[in-house]
């Protein structure tokens, strides 16, 4: 089974390719550019695993929440190759896929990625019994000060990730009165977690049609546009 994956919903732009268990990838932060940087690097895969986008099952996409061009971009890009190789696609939440990156160190961990504006982009996830990572809340966009984690989790170790922390850091604050946290300022979403969390999705066929690779925002008021 072959699984193309992608995400430009932050600075990092990646791209990775699952065959069978063995991920290949790409990725690099940049500020922009991320349409020339996403295009590069699905085409080196291909050639590097001489793969042909007709062979692969899925194609997976990091659909947000993230910036409103980036998570436009991942979508667009996405369809774009599904409907010319006839390929299903797979969105995969972005929150989720950088709960995936601490999979192996932590079971409850809470996201949050920077949504600018003053916010956050957060989410709790608890690791399954396959060691997929599972959301146990709403993805939500709020103020820092508004991030919360399962009245649960207070009693048990939780790994608060993701570039939200970095930019505010009194969401550490959030989780002062577990007695068993530490946080990971520094990681962001990638096309390797995107690959691997859509495995399953693939396995049990929860297949959408090109069509339906669409964004999610969750910051609606601000992606809709106004009335005149």
């Not at 895969?45 to 409103?68: K, V």
């Not at 709960?99 to 949504?115: G, K, P, T, Y």
């Not at 396959?130 to 966009?141: A, H, I, S, Y």
């Amino acid at each position: 089974m072959k699984i193309l994956a992608l995400d430009t919903a932050t600075e990092n732009c990646s791209a990775a390719l699952w065959m069978d268990g063995h991920v290949l990838h790409r990725e690099l932060e940049a500020e922009r550019g991320h349409a020339e940087l996403i295009l590069s690097m699905i085409d080196e895969l291909l050639r590097e695993s001489a793969t042909q986008l007709s062979q692969l099952q899925a194609i997976a996409f990091g659909r947000g929440p993230g910036s409103f061009t980036g998570v436009r971009l991942a979508a667009s890009v996405t369809q774009g190759l599904a409907f010319g190789a006839g390929v299903p696609v797979v969105p995969v939440s972005d929150l989720r896929a950088v709960a995936q990156r601490v999979m192996s160190s932590a079971h409850n961990v809470l996201v949050c990625n920077d949504a600018r504006m003053h916010e956050v982009y957060w989410g709790c996830f608890v690791r399954g019994a396959d060691g997929l990572m599972l959301p146990v809340t709403d993805e939500r966009v709020s103020k820092p000060a508004e991030v919360r984690v399962p009245p649960e989790w207070a009693n048990t170790p939780v790994a608060g990730v993701g570039r939200g922390f970095a930019a505010y850091p009194m969401l550490a604050d959030q989780l002062a009165h577990i007695q068993s946290a530490y946080i990971e300022p520094g990681l962001l979403p990638r096309a390797h977690e995107v690959a691997v969390l859509a495995v399953a999705d693939v396995q049990a066929g929860r297949l959408k049609p090109a069509a339906e690779a669409v964004p999610v925002y969750i910051r609606d008021d601000v992606a809709r546009p106004k009335p005149p």
